[in-house]
């Protein structure tokens, strides 16, 4: 049998939703969410037209909603999301596809732009290894910053090339479904864009 590795995509490749935008959600409530989004929408804006980064308006993002928030609690909340939340969100078919690798002894490494306090407790359950975006805390707190650079584009390659010799490896498996994906499937032998839709 051939060496062979798996790297999926975990918001809006394994889940329906930008898990994301729903912690907010499930830490602030809708009413929250909105009125949060709507005082970031000048930077959301420049994002999309390309005049700012997609960690720069992360960290606004994060900063706004998390901003010194005790880590502990933070995680609490995360832990209990990831056990309640995320399941309802998780698309049959890439949960169908992650198991099929398994029962045949592929790794699987979720490779995510979010940070790792929720997808780190969800993957540990599935017995998954994980690559995810890093919070700074001080003091035991949040900043609202991103520890080193936000794991998205070519970071997702940096981040698995560090981890992973692919070099030892016969096939590459990568799914994902965004532009910032696009660097991760490069390194297939197999890729999928939005195989679970």
């Known amino acids: 049998m051939k060496k062979a590795i798996a790297f999926f995509d975990f918001d809006g490749t394994i ?4 898990t ?3 912690i907010v959600k499930y830490c602030k409530g809708s009413t929250g969410l909105y009125a949060g989004l709507l005082k970031l929408s000048p930077w959301l804006a420049a994002m999309k037209l390309k005049l700012t980064s997609n960690q720069f308006v992360k960290e606004k993002f994060l900063t706004l909603f998390f901003k010194d928030t005790p880590v502990a609690l933070f995680q609490q909340k995360c832990d209990v999301f990831a056990e309640t939340i995320i399941p309802q969100l998780i698309r049959p078919a890439a949960i ?3 198991n099929e690798f398994k029962e045949n002894n592929i790794p699987v490494v979720i490779v995510s732009a979010s940070p ?3 997808i780190a407790p969800w993957c540990r359950k599935k017995n998954l290894q994980f690559i995810a975006t890093l919070l700074e ?3 035991g707190h949040i900043t609202g910053n991103i520890q080193g650079a936000n794991c998205y584009g070519t970071e997702k390659v940096k981040r698995i090339s560090a981890s992973f010799d692919l070099s030892v490896y016969e096939e590459i498996f990568c799914f994902g479904d965004t532009k910032g994906d ?3 499937l490069a390194l297939a032998t197999s890729a999928y864009y939005k195989p679970f839709r």
């Open 15 to 18: 889940t329906t939703k930008d």
């Open 20 to 22: 994301l935008l729903e």
């Open 96 to 98: 169908k596809k992650i």
């Open 116 to 118: 790792e306090n929720w």
């Open 182 to 184: 696009k660097p991760m």
């Open 137 to 139: 805390v001080k003091d």
